[in-house]
């Protein structure tokens, strides 16, 4: 919402916006271009009497402003359903959709069509090192060529008057499929009505357009076989995108059916983000970019904010990390990718169960065994509807606790050389991370 408000503002539009919690990096983003927020959902906001009022999927039947806009007749329609009408109607958009990864992704693939000059529109749901904003209007350029959109596709619903995935309203024609996984519990009853969702924007692609899939995913092959009506290319697969390490995460080879494209040298680690970069690749080469010209931008793509940060160096070699993992999946990987990167010290895992499925308690299970390549874990157990120390009680490298100020004095009083510090939440994570680093100064 923060990166569509963006867009309107660049538009022309006078904007404003209102949320129950206002955090950076988002909110610093948001002041800096100039877009007045309120915190609540205070009736009295009609008042500014706006043209229309774009209804983000957090807003619920209940909701005081929502009643009003409703009891008046006054005009709104969604973020996505907007989104389409005014911008990307007439564009070129290539989508990144997925479990994980989207807005890495999405960051890489607008990087490389801007390295090399295309000068893409993007809306990217967080905020890119490379760039400047977590969106962006196409820019004419000289080339002659079409306006291109990067956007990441959420499978999340719409509205509460749009149950759709938000994905359905973006119309790509080069789409990006990372993974598939469980996810959403509030909203989906099980991997089978994800499966349907991802096929119905799956039918929406054009029979020139084209579909990157990862084919590690058994999940997304499942949703291909309720059919496809576009070109395929994988990634992640001998016949088609591949990649070999050289020396460590930081220097690979990357291949096309079998055949060497060049070699990546960067600064992002894990399995994960290699096959992030492959998409991306892939999904830039369907725009004219070749694989020598892509790889040459990914050598200078600097990430995410909140995607594996590094945010804090210390003298004894302790590192501090901000990373937005939360899926059991993602945490996962994220661990397993510092594991093999590290040469000493341990790995402290910071957690926040925060997203709703982790809150209703579906991934329980699977969280503790993403938990394995941590040396010790802390975990927010806030506002859950399960008990997390009940399902720690067997594991002592877990602390279990709900006052933030204790687990970030604890990780303060028990330091050690070279510990390389990761804070896991989709969320602000009552700033957490500030309190540490404040304590180990």
């Known amino acids: 919402m923060a990166g569509i408000a963006s867009l309107a503002k660049s538009l022309g539009y006078k904007v404003t916006g209102c949320d129950q919690n206002i955090y950076p990096p988002m909110s610093t983003q948001l002041k800096g271009q100039g877009i007045s927020i309120i915190e609540g959902f205070d009736i009295g906001q009609t008042a500014l009497n706006p043209d229309m009022y774009i209804i983000g999927n957090v807003i619920s039947r209940g909701n005081p402003l929502m009643e009003t806009i409703l009891n008046n007749n006054l005009a709104y329609q969604s973020g996505p359903q907007w989104l389409y009408e005014n911008i990307l109607h007439n564009k070129w958009v290539l989508a990144v959709a997925g479990t994980h990864g989207k807005t890495t992704t999405t960051a890489m693939l607008a990087w490389i069509l801007e390295y090399n000059e295309l000068a893409p529109g993007y809306l990217i749901g967080g905020i890119p090192v490379n760039f400047k904003s977590s969106a962006r209007l196409p820019i004419e350029n000289k080339k002659n060529t079409p306006s291109f959109f990067v956007i990441e596709a959420d499978e999340y619903d719409t509205a509460f008057f749009d149950k759709r995935s938000k994905f359905i309203h973006y119309h790509p024609r080069t789409l990006v499929l990372n993974n598939l996984e469980f996810d959403h519990a509030d909203i989906f009853d099980n991997v089978e009505h994800i499966k349907k969702h991802f096929h119905h924007l799956i039918r929406m692609i054009p029979q020139d357009g084209k579909l990157i899939v990862n084919n590690e995913s058994e999940a997304l092959n499942e949703t291909l076989a309720m059919g496809v009506w576009s070109e395929i290319e994988y990634f992640s697969h001998a016949n088609g995108w591949s ?199």
């Not at 725009?287 to 990914?298: C, D, H, N």
């Not at 901000?322 to 510092?338: C, N, Q, R, V, W």
Request: charged share 25%; hydrophobic share 40%; glycine share 6%.
């Open 243 to 441: 990649y070999q390490l050289k020396k460590g995460w930081q220097s690979m080879l990357i291949f096309y059916q079998n055949k060497k494209q060049g070699l990546l040298n960067w600064n992002l680690i894990g399995h994960h983000n290699a096959t992030n970069a492959l998409a991306a690749i892939c999904a830039a080469r369907h725009v004219g970019i070749t694989p020598e010209k892509a790889i040459e931008a990914l050598s200078s793509f600097k990430g995410v904010k909140k995607r594996m940060e590094k945010i804090a160096a210390f003298k004894n070699g302790i590192i501090l990390y901000d990373d937005f993992a939360h899926h059991p999946s993602a945490i996962k990987t994220t661990l397993e990718g510092l594991k093999k990167t590290k040469c000493k010290g341990r790995i402290i895992a910071v957690i926040e169960p925060r997203s709703n499925t982790m809150k209703l308690g579906s991934m329980k299970k699977e969280l503790i065994k993403s938990l394995k390549d941590a040396n010790k874990v802390y975990c927010f157990a806030d506002q859950l509807s399960w008990d997390a120390k009940e399902l720690f009680s067997l594991y002592s490298n877990v602390i279990v606790s709900d006052n933030i100020d204790s687990i970030a004095h604890s990780i303060a009083n028990d330091q050690q050389n070279e510990d390389q510090i990761i804070f896991m939440s989709n969320g602000s994570f009552s700033n957490i991370q500030t309190k540490v680093i404040e304590l180990f100064q």
